[in-house]
T-cell receptor, first 113, second 118 residues
Framework: GNSVTQMEGPVTLSEEAFLTINCTYT??????LFWYVQYPGEGLQLLLK?????DKGSNKGFEATYRKETTSFHLEKGSVQVSDSAVYFC????????????FGIGTKLQVIP | GAVVSQHPSRVICKSGTSVKIECRSL??????MFWYRQFPKKSLMLMAT?????????EQGVEKDKFLINHASLTLSTLTVTSAHPEDSSFYIC??????????????FGPGTRLTVL
C-alpha cells in the first residue's frame, strides 16, 4: 500500500534560517504529491503540489521537487519567518477515481524570533 | 474558489448524546467528500468516503453504526457521531473533490470541527 514518511519534529529554527523537511514515499504507479500546512487551531491548507516526476511545486517561498528516483518530495524554504510556525504534512494520492489521500505524520515547525 | 466549510467549528456534548457535523462545498459541486479524524500530535486518519446519493465507504476499523455519514446533495455531507463517548473527542476534518475535476487529484479541506465529549 501507499505510505508517506516524514520527520516527526518538532523542528525549531531561528527566523531567517533555512528550512528542510524531508519526505519520502512508497506508492504504486505515478502518484501526485502534496504539502499541506496546518496553523494552530485550523484545518489543512494546500501549500504546494507536484503531479509528475521532476515537477517543482512552489508557494509563499516554499518549494519541493518531485524526485521519482529517490521517491522523495522534500520541503525547503530559504528564510523562514515566525508566521511559518505550523504543522506541515506531506501527502500523496494515486491518479484515478478513488483518490484516497495518504498523509505523513506531520512535522511541527516552530520559528523563534 | 474551492472553499469547504464545516459547522460547527467547536462542539462540546455530554456522553451518550449524538452530534452532527456538516461539511459544505460553497462554490463547487462535490460528488465525493472524505471524512478524517486527527488525533493529538498525529496525522489524519481517513474514516470514510462519502459519495452523493449512495452509501459511504468506511475504512477498516471505523464503526459505521457509530459514525453515520450522509451525502444528501452535491454540496453537503454530514457526519453524525452517535452515543458519543469521551474517546470520540477529536478533531474531525472533511474534504471534497470538485465534480468537474478542478485541481488534478486535489482535495479541498474544511477548517475542521473540534469535538469534546464530557
Amino acid at each position: 500500500g501507499n505510505s508517506v514518511t516524514q520527520m516527526e519534529g518538532p523542528v525549531t529554527l531561528s527566523e531567517e534560517a533555512f528550512l528542510t523537511i524531508n519526505c519520502t514515499y512508497t506508492a504504486t504507479g505515478y502518484p501526485s504529491l502534496f504539502w499541506y500546512v496546518q496553523y494552530p487551531g485550523e484545518g489543512l491548507q494546500l501549500l504546494l503540489k507536484a503531479t509528475k516526476a521532476d515537477d517543482k511545486g512552489s508557494n509563499k517561498g516554499f518549494e519541493a521537487t518531485y524526485r521519482k528516483e529517490t521517491t522523495s518530495f522534500h520541503l525547503e524554504k530559504g528564510s523562514v519567518q515566525v508566521s511559518d510556525s505550523a504543522v506541515y504534512f506531506c501527502a500523496l494520492t494515486n491518479s484515478g477515481g478513488y483518490q484516497k489521500v495518504t498523509f505523513g505524520i506531520g512535522t511541527k515547525l516552530q520559528v523563534i524570533p | 474558489g474551492a472553499v469547504v466549510s464545516q459547522h460547527p467549528s467547536r462542539v462540546i456534548c455530554k456522553s451518550g448524546t449524538s452530534v452532527k457535523i456538516e461539511c459544505r462545498s460553497l462554490d463547487f459541486q462535490a460528488t465525493t467528500m472524505f471524512w478524517y479524524r486527527q488525533f493529538p500530535k498525529k496525522s489524519l486518519m481517513l474514516m470514510a468516503t462519502s459519495n452523493e446519493g449512495s452509501k459511504a465507504t468506511y475504512e477498516q476499523g471505523v464503526e459505521k453504526d457509530k459514525f453515520l455519514i450522509n451525502h444528501a446533495s452535491l454540496t453537503l455531507s454530514t457526519l453524525t457521531v452517535t452515543s458519543a463517548h469521551p474517546e470520540d473527542s477529536s478533531f474531525y476534518i472533511c474534504s471534497a473533490r470538485d465534480r468537474i475535476g478542478r485541481g488534478e487529484n486535489e482535495q479541498f479541506f474544511g477548517p475542521g470541527t473540534r469535538l469534546t465529549v464530557l
